[in-house]
């Protein structure tokens, strides 16, 4: 008799249709049996053998570089359970729509089976899920970010305890591209795309859209979160978990090289991308980083932004659309090295700067967690790491001070759903339009954002401790346009203000909007920074404030009466305090 997992297989061959199905147990044998095949199709190209040992470089089409939010979709039986943030369409909607093109996809092709799991092997709080793909490339990412192969396999027995995903590359076509996702049903649909966002279904699709429903309906919080450990002179480490939109330093910060390590404040990575939160039997919150490996953007990285991540990059990684020098070694912009001879640009062809960048602005990079020389030693901890903090940030030249403190659980819910991060000329053709984006969750939430912030809401009352929640911003700037603050290390000194206010050892100043560092209470000593440019930091500009407490009640309304009166009330006790503050200027 056929298990749940072999049916399922079995009604995907006979829609697909492919010539043979493999199943995978992700063996290093197996895996340089697919690196082989890959090569031989000229889908990857092996780089410098000598100081790239066992790294490729593999080139997308063109039309198919990029996560594609257009055509994700949210599939419930009600449009309101996806909510007003979501692309909707209905589960029988989006299979009619879908099914056509997955029918005969597999024709002539391989279809594989790729059991994986997320979250460390043997940890409770992991789940599985198994991709049925017919992209070799796929399979070996896959391998590289989840635990993939006969574990996982032996993990889902004769159960129906999986998530199944289906991908097909269906010729790589945008007019019939999409990934379709059933929460209900906790399926997943993918065609017409061989890019990672869209194609390792591990990634975005389960480990954030499904699981913020399974965790919502379990008890527990699927998160687009960093988790990283601060270690104190003492030994004693202290983690933290935070929420970044795109181009804010994510991955940057989770790898951080301490500026205070002198001093004994060395920081530690779990994750880089999301962490999957429970209360553990103690009654704190511990996060698992579900991931086995980093899916990193690779322009900007380089030895001063992201030392920890250039040395894991040096061995058994994936590139994907960077470009490649003569001597077969990859090369992006913001590497920190001139354009080296012979460079090959992201499409195969020789480059020459008016061709534009040489790699594509998001080319990356897949390599496992474990290469990092910051690696924490309990990263696959099977109960997770204690999250003594929750940052929330984004990018604002001249709202946001440089840290601030909420004034309690609730307040901190109502900070991480108001977050907002400006816009480049680069990327919107104006500067300075904030993105609304709450807790970096607007693309990858699986519901209605309405009833994830009740989540939360209900989350933290039931933690014995719950964490301090904080805002950060990196990125306020002078009158001249100039960054006020260095960023990169120097963020440590943030951190241990943070570790300082956990521990009730720093003091702080209460602003309408929280609570700022006191003067003095930030470790500043060894940088190179006036009384007046800290003073400017941490500035809080009640009529700038005002304008953003309007705008985001604004942004509220598309919730309507779904949205918890909790978050309608921070706002307006926070339009009330900065109204008296104004009114005490005069």
């Given at each position: 008799?056929?298990?749940?997992?072999?049916?399922?297989?079995?009604?995907?061959?006979?829609?697909?249709?492919?010539?043979?199905?493999?199943?995978?147990?992700?063996?290093?044998?197996?895996?340089?049996?697919?690196?082989?095949?890959?090569?031989?199709?000229?889908?990857?190209?092996?780089?410098?053998?000598?100081?790239?040992?066992?790294?490729?470089?593999?080139?997308?089409?063109?039309?198919?570089?990029?996560?594609?939010?257009?055509?994700?979709?949210?599939?419930?039986?009600?449009?309101?359970?996806?909510?007003?943030?979501?692309?909707?369409?209905?589960?029988?909607?989006?299979?009619?729509?879908?099914?056509?093109?997955?029918?005969?996809?597999?024709?002539?092709?391989?279809?594989?089976?790729?059991?994986?799991?997320?979250?460390?092997?043997?940890?409770?709080?992991?789940?599985?899920?198994?991709?049925?793909?017919?992209?070799?490339?796929?399979?070996?990412?896959?391998?590289?970010?989840?635990?993939?192969?006969?574990?996982?396999?032996?993990?889902?027995?004769?159960?129906?305890?999986?998530?199944?995903?289906?991908?097909?590359?269906?010729?790589?076509?945008?007019?019939?591209?999409?990934?379709?996702?059933?929460?209900?049903?906790?399926?997943?649909?993918?065609?017409?795309?061989?890019?990672?966002?869209?194609?390792?279904?591990?990634?975005?699709?389960?480990?954030?859209?499904?699981?913020?429903?399974?965790?919502?309906?379990?008890?527990?919080?699927?998160?687009?979160?960093?988790?990283?450990?601060?270690?104190?002179?003492?030994?004693?480490?202290?983690?933290?978990?935070?929420?970044?939109?795109?181009?804010?330093?994510?991955?940057?910060?989770?790898?951080?090289?301490?500026?205070?390590?002198?001093?004994?404040?060395?920081?530690?990575?779990?994750?880089?991308?999301?962490?999957?939160?429970?209360?553990?039997?103690?009654?704190?919150?511990?996060?698992?980083?579900?991931?086995?490996?980093?899916?990193?953007?690779?322009?900007?990285?380089?030895?001063?932004?992201?030392?920890?991540?250039?040395?894991?990059?040096?061995?058994?990684?994936i590139f994907t659309n960077v470009a490649i020098s003569g001597a077969r070694e990859p090369w992006w912009e913001g590497i920190g090295t001139p354009p080296p001879p012979g460079l090959i640009d992201w499409k195969g062809e020789p480059w020459s700067p008016e061709k534009g960048p040489a790699?594509?602005?998001?080319?990356?990079?897949?390599?496992?967690?474990?290469?990092?020389?910051?690696i924490s030693a309990h990263w696959e901890d099977p109960e997770g790491v204690p999250i003594s903090a929750i940052i929330f940030g984004g990018r604002r030249e001249r709202l946001a001070p440089l840290v601030y403190e909420s004034r309690s659980w609730q307040h901190g819910v109502f900070v991480?759903?108001?977050?907002?991060?400006?816009?480049?000329?680069?990327?919107?053709?104006?500067?300075?339009?904030?993105?609304?984006?709450?807790?970096?969750?607007?693309?990858?939430?699986?519901?209605?954002?309405?009833?994830?912030?009740?989540?939360?809401l209900e989350m933290g009352p039931k933690i014995k401790h719950p964490p301090k929640i904080f805002h950060v911003n990196w990125f306020r700037k002078d009158a001249s346009g100039k960054f006020l603050w260095p960023g990169y290390g120097e963020n440590v000194r943030v951190l241990k203000w943070?570790?300082?206010?956990?521990?009730?050892?720093?003091?702080?100043?209460?602003?309408?909007?929280?609570?700022?560092?006191?003067?003095?209470?930030?470790?500043?000593?060894?940088?190179?920074?006036?009384?007046?440019?800290?003073?400017?930091?941490?500035?809080?500009?009640?009529?700038?404030?005002?304008?953003?407490?309007?705008?985001?009640?604004?942004?509220?309304?598309?919730?309507?009466?779904?949205?918890?009166?909790?978050?309608?009330?921070?706002?307006?006790?926070?339009?009330?305090?900065?109204?008296?503050?104004?009114?005490?200027?005069?």
């Amino acid at each position: 008799m056929s298990t749940p997992l072999e049916k399922w297989v079995e009604e995907s061959a006979r829609l697909t249709q492919p010539d043979k199905i493999v199943w995978c147990d992700g063996s290093e044998e197996e895996n340089s049996r697919f690196l082989a095949g890959l090569m031989h199709d000229g889908i990857i190209t092996e780089l410098n053998e000598t100081t790239y040992p066992r790294c490729y470089l593999n080139r997308r089409n063109p039309n198919d570089v990029a996560r594609t939010e257009s055509v994700t979709f949210i599939c419930t039986s009600k449009k309101d359970d996806a909510g007003p943030t979501n692309n909707w369409m209905s589960p029988a909607d989006g299979k009619a729509r879908v099914r056509p093109i997955l029918e005969d996809s597999m024709k002539g092709r391989t279809m594989f089976v790729a059991p994986y799991i997320l979250g460390p092997q043997n940890s409770p709080y992991s789940r599985v899920g198994v991709e049925i793909t017919d992209s070799r490339y796929v399979v070996a990412s896959m391998r590289i970010m989840s635990r993939m192969g006969k574990a996982a396999m032996d993990r889902i027995g004769n159960s129906d305890n999986f998530v199944p995903g289906l991908h097909a590359l269906a010729g790589v076509n945008p007019e019939r591209r999409f990934v379709m996702h059933f929460p209900e049903e906790k399926l997943i649909w993918s065609v017409g795309s061989g890019y990672g966002g869209n194609a390792l279904l591990g990634k975005k699709c389960f480990a954030l859209r499904i699981a913020s429903w399974m965790a919502r309906s379990e008890g527990w919080m699927a998160e687009h979160m960093l988790i990283l450990g601060l270690e104190d002179p003492s030994g004693k480490v202290t983690y933290m978990a935070a929420a970044f939109p795109s181009a804010c330093g994510k991955t940057n910060l989770a790898m951080m090289v301490s500026a205070l390590e002198s001093q004994g404040y060395r920081v530690w990575t779990v994750g880089d991308d999301i962490a999957w939160m429970h209360i553990g039997a103690d009654g704190t919150l511990r996060a698992i980083n579900p991931e086995n490996g980093f899916f990193g953007v690779a322009p900007g990285t380089n030895a001063q932004t992201n030392p920890n991540v250039m040395a894991a990059l040096r061995h058994d990684t994936i590139f994907t659309n960077v470009a490649i020098s003569g001597a077969r070694e990859p090369w992006w912009e913001g590497i920190g090295t001139p354009p080296p001879p012979g460079l090959i640009d992201w499409k195969g062809e020789p480059w020459s700067p008016e061709k534009g960048p040489a790699a594509h602005p998001n080319s990356r990079y897949t390599v496992p967690a474990r290469q990092s020389p910051s690696i924490s030693a309990h990263w696959e901890d099977p109960e997770g790491v204690p999250i003594s903090a929750i940052i929330f940030g984004g990018r604002r030249e001249r709202l946001a001070p440089l840290v601030y403190e909420s004034r309690s659980w609730q307040h901190g819910v109502f900070v991480g759903a108001t977050m907002a991060s400006e816009t480049t000329a680069a990327t919107t053709g104006a500067v300075g339009v904030p993105r609304r984006d709450p807790m970096a969750m607007i693309p990858f939430c699986g519901y209605n954002m309405a009833d994830y912030f009740q989540h939360w809401l209900e989350m933290g009352p039931k933690i014995k401790h719950p964490p301090k929640i904080f805002h950060v911003n990196w990125f306020r700037k002078d009158a001249s346009g100039k960054f006020l603050w260095p960023g990169y290390g120097e963020n440590v000194r943030v951190l241990k203000w943070m570790l300082d206010r956990i521990e009730g050892r720093a003091a702080a100043t209460e602003t309408p909007i929280g609570f700022v560092p006191a003067p003095g209470s930030l470790t500043l000593d060894g940088l190179a920074i006036s009384r007046p440019v800290v003073d400017e930091l941490q500035r809080v500009d009640a009529h700038d404030w005002s304008a953003e407490a309007e705008a985001t009640a604004k942004f509220f309304e598309i919730f309507g009466d779904r949205l918890p009166a909790e978050i309608r009330s921070e706002n307006k006790a926070l339009q009330d305090r900065l109204h008296r503050t104004t009114v005490a200027a005069k």
